[in-house]
C-alpha cells in the first residue's frame, strides 16, 4: 500500500473513531452490553497497539504550504488525524485566517454548548496559524479569551483570525468566532517571534 493510500485509510481511520468517541458519551445500555462493547474495544487497542511505530507523516509538517491545518495533522485543534479534534476547516483570505468549525459532543462542556477549554484551545491554535500565515511564527507567551455568549454544538461557526501588532520580537494578534452575524466569543495572544 503506497504512502498516500495509507494516509487515506489513517483519516478514515480517525473518522470512524471520532464517531465511536461521539456515540459513547450518550450511550445508554445494560451492563453485559457495555461490557461486550468494551470487549470490542479492547481487541481494537490490541490491534492498534501491535502497529504503532513512526508516524506516517511528521507530527509537524513545515511542508504544508497554504493548508495550515495540515501543519499539525495529529494536533488536537486542527489535525485530520486526531479523532478529538473538531471538524474544521481553515482558508486564508488576505492575511487573515478564517475557519468554519462544528463541535461534537466530544467537546461539550455546559449542556449543548462548548467547553470553555476547547475554545481557548482552538483560539490558540488560529492565533498561531495568523503569525504563519504573516511569516511571523511564534510560541504563545499568553493568551486570553472572552466568552460572549455559549457556542453551541453540532452548528458551524466561523472563526477568523489576525495580526494586530507585529514588532520585532513579539507579535499580537486578535480572533473572533461568530454564529451568523452573533459574537460568541473573541480572542487575544501574545506570541515571541521565532527568530
Request: hydrophobic share 35%.
Amino acid at each position: 500500500m503506497s504512502a498516500d493510500n495509507a494516509q487515506q485509510e489513517l483519516k478514515r481511520l480517525t473518522a470512524a473513531l471520532q464517531h465511536t468517541l461521539e456515540l459513547s458519551l450518550n450511550v445508554n445500555a445494560s451492563s453485559d452490553e457495555l461490557g461486550a462493547m468494551t470487549s470490542q474495544l479492547n481487541k481494537l487497542n490490541q490491534d492498534l497497539q501491535a502497529h504503532q511505530g513512526q508516524k506516517l507523516m511528521p507530527y509537524y509538517n513545515a511542508n504544508a504550504g497554504e493548508r495550515l491545518q495540515d501543519i499539525l495533522p495529529y494536533g488536537p485543534a486542527t489535525g485530520a488525524y486526531n479523532a478529538y479534534s473538531p471538524d474544521i476547516d481553515v482558508e486564508l483570505e488576505g492575511n487573515k485566517v478564517v475557519s468554519t468549525v462544528t463541535f461534537g459532543w466530544r467537546h461539550e462542556g455546559p449542556p449543548n454548548s462548548v467547553h470553555g477549554g476547547i475554545i481557548s484551545l482552538l483560539f490558540d491554535q488560529l492565533l498561531a496559524f495568523a503569525c504563519l500565515n504573516n511569516n511571523t511564527p511564534g510560541y504563545t507567551a499568553s493568551l486570553q479569551v472572552s466568552y460572549r455568549k455559549p457556542l453551541p454544538l453540532f452548528r458551524e461557526l466561523r472563526f477568523t483570525t489576525w495580526l494586530e501588532n507585529i514588532g520585532e520580537k513579539k507579535v499580537v494578534a486578535l480572533g473572533e468566532c461568530y454564529d451568523g452575524d452573533t459574537l460568541l466569543a473573541s480572542s487575544e495572544g501574545l506570541f515571541i517571534r521565532i527568530i
